[in-house]
């Protein structure tokens, strides 16, 4: 084969490549975009780390009720560290912690992790989720660690719709009354309590009985 024709197909079988791993990068783009997540804020001091913290607020602007706290903590330390207060700054707010189980406090094991936010895990509620800051804004966050003390950096306002609706608020402002049906059974004073069973019909629960209480359930 000529020179010519050597450096010819060497050119076509590099543009070969070079279009298959164009359209690999746009494939993966496109996966990716699928799946993309905002940035979220993070930091690392000594031992502990705080990534996707967020302060997610109702997702409608006007509702009233709590706003929560977002974030993932990892202690790479070897000893465990309590999470004694989260606070923001300058707003005279307070932020409620609860351990996921609801009891005890928060505390992040030596060489693990804590999620704060989202279903069954740890939360952080400010009541007054208006004074938490307006949507779009940076709010201040101070973590205080029982080892690391004091840690602050800013958090993203964000409401709780798309990606964040599962880590959001679980106290939503309170939806219009359904109107009852016609014909439905309604409750007689001095008589036991009706309650819907599975099938659709009622199920009589005598006043004063033991009711099993739901599991509390615990992402921004």
């Known amino acids: 084969m000529s020179r010519s024709l050597r450096h010819g197909a060497l050119a076509a079988t590099a543009l070969v490549f070079s279009i298959a791993a164009l359209s690999a990068c746009s494939a993966g783009n496109d996966a990716q975009t699928l799946q993309v997540r905002p940035d979220n804020a993070a930091t690392a001091v000594d031992s502990i780390k705080i990534q996707n913290l967020n302060i997610i607020t109702q997702p409608e602007p006007d509702a009233e009720g709590p706003a929560v706290i977002a974030a993932t903590l990892f202690n790479d330390g070897a000893k465990p560290e309590t999470v004694e207060k989260i606070a923001l700054p300058g707003t005279g707010t307070t932020v409620e912690l609860k351990a996921a189980k609801g009891k005890g406090p928060l505390v992040?094991?030596?060489?693990?992790?804590?999620?704060?936010?989202?279903?069954?895990?740890?939360?952080?509620?400010?009541?007054?989720?208006?004074?938490?800051?307006?949507?779009?804004?940076?709010?201040?966050?101070?973590?205080?660690?029982?080892?690391?003390?004091?840690?602050?950096?800013?958090?993203?306002?964000?409401?709780?719709?798309?990606?964040?609706?599962?880590f959001g608020p679980s106290a939503l402002p309170s939806a219009e009354p359904k109107a009852t049906p016609s014909g439905s059974a309604s409750e007689t004073p001095g008589s036991a309590s009706e309650t819907p069973g599975e099938s659709g019909s009622p199920s009589a629960t005598p006043s004063g009985s033991a009711t099993p209480s739901d599991d509390a359930a615990a992402e921004h």
Request: glycine letters at 16%; a negative charge; zero cysteines.
């Open 108 to 166: 992040v094991p030596a060489g693990g992790r804590v999620i704060i936010g989202g279903k069954n895990n740890a939360s952080a509620v400010i009541e007054d989720g208006r004074r938490a800051g307006t949507n779009g804004d940076v709010q201040t966050v101070a973590f205080t660690f029982s080892e690391t003390g004091d840690i602050e950096l800013g958090a993203a306002i964000v409401p709780a719709t798309s990606f964040f609706e599962k």
